[in-house]
C-alpha cells in the first residue's frame, strides 16, 4: 500500500471516531433537554437528509477538485454543527448540518481509493479502512458514552477558563465541545494526504445540468448485471445497519435497563463483529466471487428477529458479535464489487454519489419508519422484528435476481465477471 493510503486511512479514523461518539451525545442532549423518544430516533433519518437531496452534485464535486480538500472542508462543516449544538440550534437541524459534512466526505473518502491504488488491491483496501472504521466505530461509540457518563463529565465541567462563560453546562455540551478538537485532528491529516495527480473533472457552469446525468449515471449503474446487484445488496445492508445503531441503544435500554453510556457498550460489540468480519472477507474474497455472499444477508436478518428473544448481556455480547461479522464479510467484497463496476461505467465519484444516495434514501425512508412507528407507540422489539424480516426477505429476493441474471444473462455477466478477475487476479 502507498504512504497516501494510510494517512488516509488516519483521517478517516479519527473523524469517524468524532461521528459515532457525537451520535451518542447527541441521543443524550435530546434526552436530557426533554426531548421525545421519535426525536432521537429520528437522529439517524435527518443525518442522511443531504446525502439524498444533494446526491446528484456531492459525486462531481469530489471529482473536480482534489479529494483531500474536500475532505478538509467536510469536516469543517461538521464542526460548524458541532458549534450550533452548543450555541442554541435544535439537535435535529444542527445535527443535519454535521450529516451535510459527512455526505460531502463519503465521495471523496471512497472515490481517492480508486486514484491511489489499483483494482487489484481495492477489496484489501476496503477491508482494511472498513476495518478502520469499525475500530473507530467501537471507540467513537464509547468514547461517546463515557464522555456523557457521570465520570468524566463531571470532570471536564469542572474545568473554569478564567473570564469567559462558555454557556457548556450539561454533560453531553462538554462531549460536544471535546469531539470538535477531534475533528480538527482529522482535518489536519487530510491535508496530509498527498496529490494524486489524477485529472479533475469540472462541474458545469449550470449546476442543474447535473440533475439528468445524475439520474444517467444512476440507471446505468442499476441495469449493470453485477452493478445492480452489489448496488441493492449493499443499499439494503446500510439502511438496516444504520438504523440499528439506535435501534441497538434503545432495545439495550428495554431488555437489558442500560442508561445511555451502558447501553453504547453494545453498539461496540456489534461493531467488533463486524470489523472481524470485513478483515477476514478482505483476505479470503474476491471480486469475481463476490456475490457468493449474498445468503449471509438472509441469515443476517433471521439473527436480528432473534435477539428479541434475549435478556441477558452474557448471551448478547457473543450474540452481536456474530451477527456484526456476518455483516463485514457481506459487505466489504459487494462494496469492493460495486466500486468496481462504478469505477468503470461514470467514474469514482460519481458511483459513490449514486451509491450514497440509494443507502442513505433506504436509511432515511428506514428511520422515518422507525420514528414514526416509535411515535405512535410501537415498542423496539416490534420495529426490531419488522427490520429483521424485511433485511431476510429482500435479501432473499435479491438472490433470486442474481440466480436469474446468471441464466437469462450469462454471456454478459460471465463477461463482467472475467473483467473482475483480470483487474484483480491475485484477491
Not at 23 to 42: D, N, Y
Not at 71 to 94: D, E, Q, R, T
Request: net charge positive; hydrophobic share 55%.
Amino acid at each position: 500500500m502507498k504512504r497516501g493510503f494510510y494517512t488516509l486511512m488516519s483521517a478517516q479514523f479519527f473523524s469517524s471516531l468524532a461521528d459515532q461518539a457525537l451520535f451518542v451525545a447527541a441521543v443524550e442532549l435530546i434526552k436530557s433537554g426533554g426531548g421525545a423518544e421519535w426525536q432521537r430516533a429520528a437522529l439517524v433519518p435527518i443525518f442522511a437528509l443531504f446525502y439524498v437531496i444533494l446526491a446528484p452534485w456531492l459525486g462531481a464535486f469530489a471529482d473536480a477538485r482534489p479529494k483531500r480538500n474536500v475532505m478538509f472542508v467536510s469536516n469543517a462543516i461538521k464542526v460548524v454543527g458541532c458549534l450550533m449544538m452548543l450555541f442554541g440550534s435544535h439537535p435535529l437541524m444542527a445535527y443535519a448540518v454535521v450529516g451535510l459534512g459527512a455526505a460531502a466526505y463519503s465521495p471523496a473518502k471512497y472515490g481517492i481509493l480508486t486514484e491511489l491504488l489499483p483494482a487489484s488491491q481495492l477489496v484489501k483496501a476496503n477491508g482494511w479502512i472498513e476495518g478502520l472504521t469499525i475500530a473507530s466505530i467501537i471507540l467513537g461509540i464509547l468514547l461517546g458514552g463515557q464522555l456523557v457518563g457521570h465520570v468524566i463529565s463531571t470532570q471536564l465541567l469542572a474545568v473554569d477558563v478564567p473570564f469567559i462563560q462558555t454557556g457548556i453546562d450539561t454533560p453531553p455540551e462538554a462531549a460536544i465541545f471535546v469531539l470538535i478538537f477531534i475533528y480538527m485532528v482529522a482535518a489536519w491529516f487530510n491535508l496530509r494526504i498527498p496529490l494524486t495527480g489524477v485529472e479533475m473533472r469540472p462541474m458545469p457552469k449550470n449546476p442543474l445540468e447535473l440533475v439528468p446525468d445524475f439520474w444517467t449515471c444512476n440507471s446505468r449503474l442499476w441495469r449493470d448485471k453485477l452493478g445492480q446487484i452489489s448496488l441493492a445488496t449493499t443499499t439494503l445492508f446500510w439502511g438496516v445497519s444504520g438504523n440499528l445503531r439506535y435501534i441497538i441503544l434503545a432495545w439495550s435500554a428495554a431488555a437489558l435497563g442500560y442508561s445511555t453510556t451502558q447501553a453504547s457498550s453494545l453498539g461496540g460489540v456489534v461493531a467488533i463483529g463486524t470489523a472481524v468480519g470485513a478483515i477476514v472477507a478482505s483476505v479470503r474474497m474476491r471480486l469475481d466471487v463476490a456475490t457468493k455472499v449474498i445468503p449471509m444477508g438472509i441469515i443476517m436478518g433471521v439473527l436480528i428477529i432473534v435477539m428479541n428473544f434475549i435478556s441477558n448481556v452474557w448471551v448478547a455480547a457473543p450474540f452481536l458479535i456474530l451477527m456484526g461479522g456476518l455483516g463485514g464479510f457481506l459487505v466489504v467484497p459487494m462494496n469492493a464489487l460495486l466500486q468496481h463496476r462504478g469505477h468503470n461505467l461514470m467514474g469514482a465519484g460519481r458511483s459513490i454519489a449514486v451509491q450514497n444516495f440509494n443507502e442513505q434514501a433506504c436509511i432515511l425512508g428506514l428511520g422515518a419508519f422507525y420514528s414514526l412507528s416509535t411515535g405512535m407507540g410501537m415498542s423496539a422489539f416490534g420495529a426490531i422484528t419488522a427490520f429483521g424480516l424485511v433485511v431476510a426477505g429482500v435479501m432473499w429476493l435479491i438472490m433470486r435476481w442474481h440466480q436469474n441474471n446468471t441464466v437469462k444473462y450469462k454471456e454478459e455477466v460471465d463477461h463482467l465477471l472475467k473483467i473482475a478477475r483480470h483487474d484483480n487476479p491475485h484477491g
